[in-house]
Each structure stands twice: as structure tokens, then as C-alpha cells.
């Protein structure tokens, strides 16, 4: 079932490459709501000692100005991945006053709907515009999903290293091309296997009932403030989290036969109208609702558990990107907020995460029909819900298949990956025989440890995730931060303040105007 890796491994080994497929660079997108000590979504500004939002390349916010985003450079070492996540965790504290940071993916104490802050990034055109693709957001989908957590792993291989797999593989073509089309290979399989990532770290279980607002809802009652499901591995990655849910109704569905029939299909998604947008309206009594009444108003707002990635120029669409240098990173999307570790990330799992990237870069990987997309969305669904039932069934090869019986295959199946990256520290190995063991016994997966926690403890959702945000808040606030660390992010907070002020100062044109030049390319 997996000859290719063993092969393609031989061929990595006799070329004596083994030392640069250790050499990939990972880093790492942390998201966590800002809280008030009550536990509520805080209503206070981004603090301004964090810089700027728009401008500051590591520190940043998503859909809510209450949602912060800290983002990792890319390393070889992925201790300097953590290392350098902590110490912005830590800056971050600093500015903070009596705010937590969530330590879960599910949020905390919800208002209204409407009483959710979209984020805020001045007055510059390209700062209402990413508050105004928010607002959008809101209106097609409600503000409450947009809170959810997670945490994203961007990886890339050593660029020195992929003549020598173009070379492997006997590809005669372009090197671009090649590196391309191995990474939507790579995507595919993540897509085909993904499934595993949410039964081993999915740690959503259960949700404060103030995000249900007034919606119906399937879920059970956990005590009289929280739902969950009994099985539920990541309620984040099912039907309530973020989707695009129209994706039936508007022929939506991305292709990853290839980059450029990926980007095509994106393309006509964010160029083509959708009358179900339409109604909302898009500048109405001259004030904006969304970007625009299409499918998709720009890339990122469709959903997928793992997206091909290029690094953009400023005010670069994404699609035009990759288009112009293909794929330089995938970003895995998959991952819950480990609640139990302060940085939501530990060291364990990302070596597994890389393991399982590799693995999938290198097993075979076909074109993915019709029937197999409906059951890769099915099998996630199932494992997001139910993953942890003891009679779950997912579907491969249109079979039926128990999901611990996939999953010791996939898990068998990596082995040679493990042995490949591994080193002294045998960190890979361990981590792995962590995951089997996960496989055995699912009350040891995040998911079973949380609702268990919230049982013996007599906690709802909310007092669960508050008292392990307030033991994050101790580590960090009595941890001190390194003099070069310390001035390093006071510089970028001052810059980014700068380079936004700059930004605002110097747009010539009118919004309607910068608004139609960036979706026609200008």
C-alpha cells in the first residue's frame, strides 16, 4: 500500500540526503482570545504595546480585535520554533494587564453576536479592508465561529534538497513545477489522512453554551453552562466550526489536481457571484457589508484543514502568488489549542506533525475523484464527532474500515519516515510510540483527558479553560524575557506603529477606488 515510501526513503539514504530531510523548516501561527479575568471576550483595543496589527510580522489578530495571532520565522531547530513562540507568549503578558489568554481552542463567554469586536487595523486602505473582509465574514457565517482557536503548522523542505528528489523521482521538467506538485501531493495525502490528526490532538470536546446563542444544536448537555458530545474529538473541525457551508449550493469545492487546476478553482470562486451573497448586499445605504457578493470574497476565506502557501508581497492575492513562484510551504490548519501546555503546542506533537508531513510528501498520492472528496469529508466529520466511539467506522477504498485499525496501518506505515529524521534524541520515535499508544487507549487523547478533567473536577467548560489560563498567565508573567528578545519585539512594535502610520499617510486614492484596482490586480 505504501511500497513508494520505502523507495523513495532508499533513494533519500543511498544519496546520503538523510541530513538534509532533517534540515526543514517549520513554524508555527498560535491564535488565542484575549479575555477579561471573568472569563468574557475582552472589548479592550489591541494594546499598543504589541504594535500594530496590520504591520508587525509576528504579532498580530484574526477575525476579532480580541483575537490574537503570534506567529513564528520559520526554523531548522524546532526548539527555536517553541523557544521563540514562548518568548513572544511572554512579551505578550507583559502588555497585557489583567487579561488572560485563552488556553482553548472553543471560546469563552460569548455576548451577542453582534457585540463581538471585528478587528481593527486603522484607517489605511488596506487596514479597512481586512476589517471589512471581517465584517463579511460575520455576515456570512456569524461572528461567534469566527472566535474559534487554532494552531497552524507551516512547513517547507530545504530548498538544496529538492533537485535531488526531482532527480529520484527521474522528473525531467521544471524544478518549480516539480517542488509544486510534490507539496499538492503532500496536500492530497494530509487531506486523505487528516483524520488522524484529529483523533490524536483534536481537544474541543465542549463549548460554553453561549456560543450556541440561539441556535438548535445536536450537542448534549455536559452540566447547565456546557454542550458537548460524548465521543467528540474536535468540535472546532465539525459542523459547527468554520466552513463554508454553501459549498453545495455554489459548486464550491477546490481541485488539488494540480496547482493550476487549484488555483483555478479558487479563482472562479472569488470572481464568481453567489446569489445567496447577493441578498446581504454589499454597499448598502453607502456603507459596506462585505468586500464583495462572490463566492468567495478573497482566498483565505475558504475553509480546508491544509492550504499550499507562497510568501506574499504586500497586497499580493494569494492565488497570484502561486501562480507567479508556485508552492514554497504548506500550512497544516488542523490542530486544536492544546489546553494542557502553555503554548497551546508541545514539543512532542510537532514532531509528530513533521513526521506525518514527510509521510504524506512521500507515499503515493492519486488524484482524488468524487467519491473519495465525499469521503474524506465524511470520515472527518465522523472523527471530529464520534472519533473516540468505540464503534466508529470510517470509509476507505469505498469499505468500510475500523478507525484503529486505519489508524495502527497509517502509524505502521511511518515508521521508516520516524527512522528517517530521527536523531540522538530519538524525539521522533518517542513521540510516535506516544501517538500508538493514543490509538490503544483513547482516554489518553487531549479530548478524553479534558472532559475528564471537567467531571471529576465538577467544572464547566468555561472554569476548566479559565483555571489553566490563569496558570499559563503565572508561567509567563514570572518568567523573564531575554535583553536581545526583549528589545527585538519593542523594535517591531515601534516599526509596525510606524509603517501603519505611514501606510495611512500615504493612500492617494479613495477606498471604492483601491478597492477595484486590487480585485482587477492593479
Known sequence: MFNQIESRIRGILDAGAAPRMRRAQVGIERECLRVSPGGALARTPHPPGLGAAL???????????????????????????????????????????????WSASMPCVLGEDAEIPLAYYGWSNAGLMKTLYRRGLGHRYGRAMQTIAGVHFNYSLAEELWPLLQSIEQDPGDLIDFISESYIRLIRNLQRYG?????????????????????????EVFDPQSYSLPYATSLRLGDIGYQNRLEEGTGLKANYDSLDAYV???????????????????????????????????????????????????????????????????????????????????????????????????????????????????????????????????????????????ADELLAAMAPVVELLDGPERRYRHSWIEQQEKVRDPALTPSAR??????????????????????HRQYFTQRELGEERRALFGRLARESLQRQHSLEEGDVKGFDEFLADYFAGR
Open 450 to 471: 479534558i472532559l475528564a478533567e471537567m467531571r471529576a473536577r465538577g467544572e464547566t467548560f468555561v472554569a476548566f479553560a479559565q483555571r489553566l489560563s490563569e496558570e
Open 264 to 406: 483555478r478553482s479558487l479563482t472562479w470562486a472569488i470572481e464568481t457571484p453567489c446569489p445567496h451573497y447577493e441578498a446581504i448586499g454589499v454597499k448598502v445605504d453607502g456603507a459596506y457589508r462585505q468586500l464583495n457578493a462572490n463566492v468567495l470574497q478573497i482566498e483565505n476565506e475558504y475553509y480546508s484543514t491544509v492550504r499550499p502557501k507562497q510568501v506574499l508581497q504586500w497586497l499580493e492575492k494569494p492565488t497570484v502568488a502561486l501562480r507567479r513562484r508556485g508552492v514554497r510551504y504548506v500550512e497544516v490548519r488542523s490542530l486544536d489549542v492544546d489546553p494542557f501546555v502553555p503554548l497551546g503546542v508541545s514539543s512532542s506533537q510537532l514532531s509528530f506533525v513533521e513526521a506525518f508531513v514527510v509521510f504524506c510528501l512521500l507515499a503515493e498520492s492519486p488524484r482524488i475523484n468524487a467519491s473519495e472528496r465525499a469521503a474524506i469529508d465524511r470520515n472527518q466529520a465522523l472523527t471530529a464527532r464520534q472519533g473516540r466511539s468505540p464503534d466508529i467506522v470510517l470509509e476507505r477504498d469505498r469499505r468500510p474500515v475500523a478507525l484503529t485499525q486505519w
Open 195 to 219: 483524520w488522524l490528526l484529529a483523533y490524536l490532538f483534536g481537544a474541543s470536546p465542549a463549548v460554553d453554551r453561549s456560543f450556541v446563542q440561539r441556535r438548535t444544536t445536536d450537542m
Open 55 to 101: 504591520t508587525h510580522p509576528y504579532i498580530t489578530t484574526d477575525f476579532s480585535e480580541a483575537l490574537l495571532e503570534l506567529i513564528t520565522p520559520p526554523f531548522e531547530d524546532k526548539d527555536q520554533v517553541l523557544g521563540f513562540l514562548q518568548d513572544a507568549h511572554t512579551y505578550v503578558y507583559h502588555q497585557l494587564g489583567d487579561e488572560l489568554l
